[in-house]
Structure formats: C-alpha cells, structure tokens
RNA sequence: CGGGGCGUAGCGCAGCCCGGUAGCGCGCUUGGUUUGGGACCAAGAUGUCGGAGGUUCGAAUCCUCUCGCCCCGACCA
C-alpha cells in the first residue's frame, strides 16, 4: 500500500468529548469518526484493525469446529416473545414497526433466532453437537454510551451457540470453547484472564468471562496470586470470618456526631477504626408484601448489588421520604437498633462484630458499643451481600485476594435450557424419545477489542498496537521520496520486496516533512518503522525502529528486509 | 430516567457577567522559502454562534422552551 492513494487522517488535538485514551487516540488516529452518540463510523485504517480481530476470531472459531454462518440483524417480535424477552429486556432492546405496523427489533443478540433455526433443522441425537457462529453488528440501546468503541450502541460481536444431547457434551464444548477463547486472545497480543462470571441475565448454569487487564477497565476482577481463583467482583465469594463473635465490652451509649454522615467521617470523629463502624442501607423491596427493610454492612465493605438480589429479590433503594416515614430519621443517621418489625439482613462480616458503631436513628446521634443479642437481636438473615476487598481470604482456600480491573471482551455461558426449553427446540433421542437440547452460547466482542488493545497498548506518542492486529506491520518512510531518486529507488524496492513477501507494509511516499510522517505512524501505532534517507544512503544504510525501541538502528540497505522479515516473524 | 456541565469555523478554545462590526491557535487554499521529528513568510477561504420563540432600536451575549453532547448513579461483548 501507498500512503498517497491510502487514505490517512490524524488529528493533533482529540475532541474533547473523548474521556479514556483509547477513545482519544482512535479519534486522533483516525481509525474512527463518530457520527450520533455511541455510533461510530470505521475509517480506513480502523477497518484494517478490525477485520484483523475479526480473522484471528473467525480462524479460531473455525479451527475449532464451529461453522460460520448470518443471522438477521432484525428480527420479529414474536420470537422475542416466545422466549419471553420481549418483556424482560427493556428499553435497551431497540424496537421498531414497520409499514404494516408489525413488530421487530434491531437484534443484541441472537439466541431466539438460532434456536429457531435449530428447531427447523436438527432432528435427531446424529445430527448433534452443532456449534454456529456469526461476526456481526449488534446494537444495544445503551443508557449511556461512553469510550467511543469500547460501550458503544452499535457494535460488532462474534456470538456462537452450541446445541447438544446431553448437558455432559455441553460441557465439554464449554471447555473448548475455554480454550479456543484463550487462543484468541493470545494470539491478539493481549494481556487478559479468564474470570468467573456471573450468567447475568441471559442466564444458564456456568460462565467465565475474558477481561483484558487495564486500569481503565468497567469491571472489577478478584483474583488469587497463590492459586489460580479469578471471578468477577459481581460474584466472587466473601466467605464468613472464621470463629465465634467477640464478647461484649462495651456499653451501649449514644454518641452525638453532628454533621458526621459518612462512615469514615463518624470513625475519624469517635477517633476509631472504619472496621467498627456499621452502615446501614435501606432499600424498597419488589417482591414483599412489606417492602422495607434494611441492609447492614462493615464501614469499609460496599454492597454487592447482584448479591443482594440473589437474597432479598430485586430492590431498589428508599428515598429519602421513605426512610423518615420508616425510622423518623434522615439518611446519615439510620442503624438496625431499637426497629422492632423492619427486616434486617446482615453480611456475615457484620454478624461477627461486637462493640460497633452504628446510627442511632436520632439526627446528629450514632450508638456506640453496640452489641447483638445484648442491644439487638441477631438478624434474621446472615448472608454474603458485599463486594470482596483486597486482602479477604481466597474462596478456595489458598491464601487472599487481590484486586485489579478488566475490560470485557468475552463471555462464555452455559445456557442449558433457558431458550431450548421455551422455542421448543428439542430432539429424537437414542430411544426415539422427544428431547430438549442443551444449549451453550459464546460471545467476542470484536469492536470493543480494538479499544480494550489499545488502553493496554499505548505511549506518549500514541497507539502501540499489537502487531498481530495493527493497522500495517511495517511502515517505510523515505526522507526526499520526492525529489531523490536515489531514495525513490532504495524505497520501491524495499517496498516491493517485502510486499511480496506477504507483509503488511505501507510506502508513505507523501509530500510531507520527515516529522509529520514520523508522528503519524507512531499515532497509528504501526509495529515496525523502516527510514530510507539520502544520509544514510551514501554509506549504504537504512534504518529499523520498532514501535517501543528508543532509537533507531542502522542497518546495511541489502539486509534491511531480511531484518524485517525477522522481526515481524518474531 | 434523576443530578451536574457544555454547545461559537474541520479540531482545540476565547468572547457571554457588563447587549453594539464574531475572534485566536491548529488544520485548509495559493505563492515563495524550506526538507531527518508535527517548518517559516506572505496572501486568502471557512461560521444559519445547536434550534425555535421572546425582550430590545440592536442578541453569541438577557429570558423561555427545545435538541444534541459530555460527566456522576441503575445494563453488557
């Protein structure tokens, strides 16, 4: 490729609405445009990044005997409904009626339409196991669409669905799939985990997700440094502390704490430890006849909301109003004692506390010396309610957890029955005998995957992309393209023999200064850099540059595409 | 959807308080000089000041309403 009749388009300022560097640097790169909120146009060179992912994923895939094929990105309500999704999903399902006012939906995913094409096609146990897969846009109607590529409303998503006899052959796709999912994102370049997920609500048994490591990362991953425990945060266990609850030293007494609202604050004022305080959080629960009830958790845990649904159901948090009318006292001040009838539900972490602090339900007032039994009854429900924190003990039992965040960027669920079981996709089993087939489904979220590379790969110059996924693998900038033959010549025949040697290279044979070419392909992060200038010319030089070297290296002109080859290879 | 902020040239911003000719840097065009790290000089072009209404002799500026975007809280690849 030459740079003249490719098209490239950077920016030295990013557009201000771009918050993480990812964003800034496809915008500045040029790889992306946007063009409404969460919507985003590929350019050129962002193409070539994205279908590079796309290869890689659809090679994997293939290798591992899924079969590719297109589904619809619209869809009709009606299978929505059948599976019962029409209603569960939201307003991020995008829906639209067409000219005979008919139902249908922009498809996020596409487990109704599989399974019915499963349903259709697949008879009998001897036509299973089967694994499909598509690479297609998706759209999701996000609340709030942000990072440019990384949460955006329209994205492009490998998803595969597996169907199976029995939930024994599901699992052993699972594994598979584990592995397949693992080869993907080495081969990417990418510094990623596979973490315990939770099945969210697409639902099913089993799940882990692959986060690509970076600080920027939405998702909290715990992690086990001694064993190899990793799990969303969403789901990874806090186990109980071990041992009977400390014995009562204390009194009950009533503090006063004027204006001291938040937990550090109170524990900074009594001059305590934030480990002896308790919060107490209200919330209105759906499902109960008496929706109130309060949450209770150590001063330094935070709640783990999808925890708190697996107990109580789904919930929502009181207002204001709601909270006086309950207790007769602000936010700020609220604690489990002296409630009487109000459901309480404490984390284990609460339960084996003794002489804690906690609000006195009384404006300005937090108890102190507060104690169960004695003070309060022990609640009705014990349960794990609260995001783990760095150095709780591992769930397995080898030593603690350690904290870090991930982006993403696929997803593997075990979804047994949900769909099958409600589309009616079933089988002829062995003995003759209607069955309904176990289904897996698998998800990459390929667009997301160019970002997530990018806040991993990145320096003050720019993009350092992988090279596996990079735009060109090598870029040639001759300095006087235009006006010396000499390093005309020694470029083109650079160029052309490594381009016949299959390797990605462009020719920025561009009227521009050294600096502008320079700067341009250390934006766009292209792995390898070859410089051909008349100076180096007259002793028989050229040089090398890769993205992350400091300095260039002199290199004889005859040996320069042998040491690229290399280097590319390697 | 709730809370906060911002919409002025392709991008980054000033001007708004205190109404009176719409500006700066980058980019773009033309010419010249340059040519190993985002050049310099000269001459240019580019705006429904997000939109609609109102107040006023006069609105980017004040008021009302709208739309869009960004940030903070409930979703997911």
Redesign the pocket.
């Known amino acids: 490729m030459r740079a003249s009749q490719y098209f490239i388009s950077?920016?030295?300022?990013?557009?201000?609405?771009?918050?993480?560097i990812s964003?800034q640097l496809m915008?500045?790169a040029g790889l992306i445009r946007?063009l409404?909120?969460?919507?985003y146009t590929w350019m050129p060179l962002g193409l070539r990044v994205l279908r590079k992912v796309e290869a890689i994923v659809r090679e994997e895939m293939n290798r591992s005997g899924a079969v590719e094929l297109l589904m619809p990105a619209v869809q009709p309500a009606e299978l929505w409904q059948e599976s019962g999704r029409w209603e569960q999903?939201?307003p991020?399902l995008l829906r639209f009626k067409d000219r005979h006012q008919r139902d249908f939906v922009v498809g996020?995913?596409h487990e109704e339409v599989i399974t019915d094409v499963v349903r259709r096609e697949i008879k009998s146990y001897r036509q299973l196991p089967r694994h499909f897969y598509q690479i297609q846009t998706?759209f999701?109607d996000?609340?709030?669409?942000?990072?440019?590529?990384?949460?955006?409303?329209e994205?492009?998503?490998k998803?595969g669905y597996s169907f199976h006899a029995s939930f024994e052959d599901l699992q052993r796709e699972y594994t598979r799939m584990y592995e397949t999912y693992t080869r993907i994102f080495t081969r990417l370049g990418l510094s990623f985990r596979a973490v315990a997920?939770?099945p969210?609500?697409?639902g099913g048994t089993g799940s882990h997700?692959?986060h690509v490591l970076a600080d920027s990362g939405?998702?909290a991953i715990a992690f086990c440094p001694e064993s190899d425990y990793a799990a969303?945060v969403?789901l990874a266990e806090a186990l109980a502390p071990p041992g009977p609850r400390p014995t009562a030293n204390q009194p009950m007494k009533e503090v006063a704490t004027p204006g001291k609202i938040k937990c550090e604050d109170v524990a900074a004022f009594l001059g305590l430890g934030i480990e002896k305080m308790v919060k107490a959080i209200a919330v209105m629960r759906d499902s109960e006849a008496v929706p109130f009830a309060l949450l209770l958790l150590r001063g330094d845990h935070d709640l783990n909301?999808?925890k708190a649904?697996k107990i109580i159901g789904r919930f929502?948090?009181a207002h204001d109003g709601e909270i006086e009318q309950q207790l007769g006292c602000r936010p700020g001040y609220i604690g489990p004692v002296g409630t009487r009838d109000i459901p309480v539900i404490a984390d284990h972490a609460v339960a084996a506390m003794s002489d804690f602090v906690c609000g006195a339900n009384k404006p300005g007032y937090h108890l102190s010396g507060v104690n169960f039994v004695r003070d309060l009854p022990v609640p009705a429900t014990v349960a794990d309610i609260r995001n783990v924190v760095t150095g709780d003990p591992s769930p397995d039992g080898k030593g603690s957890l350690e904290l870090c965040r991930g982006?993403?960027?696929?997803?593997i669920?075990q979804l047994r029955t949900k769909y099958s079981e409600a589309l009616k996709c079933s089988f002829l089993n062995e003995e003759g005998q209607p069955q309904t087939m176990e289904m897996g489904?698998y998800?990459?979220?390929?667009?997301?995957?160019v970002g997530a590379a990018i806040e991993q790969g990145h320096d003050g110059?720019?993009i350092v992309f992988p090279s596996a996924i990079a735009p060109f693998e090598l870029a040639i900038?001759p300095?006087?393209y235009?006006?010396s033959t000499f390093?005309r010549e020694a470029a083109n025949r650079v160029y052309d023999q490594l381009a016949a040697v299959g390797i990605d290279v462009i020719l920025d044979d561009r009227?521009?200064?050294?600096?502008?070419?320079?700067?341009?392909?250390?934006?766009t992060g292209i792995p390898h850099?070859v410089?051909?200038?008349?100076?180096?010319?007259k002793e028989g030089?050229?040089?090398y540059?890769g993205r992350r070297d400091a300095e260039?290296e002199k290199v004889p002109l005859a040996e320069i595409a042998a040491l690229v080859r290399l280097k590319v290879c390697s």
């Not at 009227?511 to 934006?523: N, Y």
Request: a negative charge; hydrophobic letters at 40%.
């Open positions: 950077t920016l030295k300022e990013a557009p201000s609405d771009a918050e993480i964003h915008l500045r946007r409404a909120g969460g919507i999903y939201g991020e996020p995913t998706k999701r996000e609340i709030r669409p942000r990072f440019g590529v990384m949460r955006g409303r994205f492009l998503m998803d997920a939770d969210g609500s697409i997700e692959f939405e998702d969303n969403e909301e999808i649904e929502r948090f982006i993403e960027v696929g997803h669920f489904c998800g990459i979220g390929v667009s997301r995957i110059r720019g900038v300095v006087g235009g006006k390093v009227d521009e200064r050294p600096g502008v070419m320079f700067a341009d392909w250390e934006l850099r410089v051909i200038g008349e100076r180096g010319l030089m050229a040089e540059q260039a």
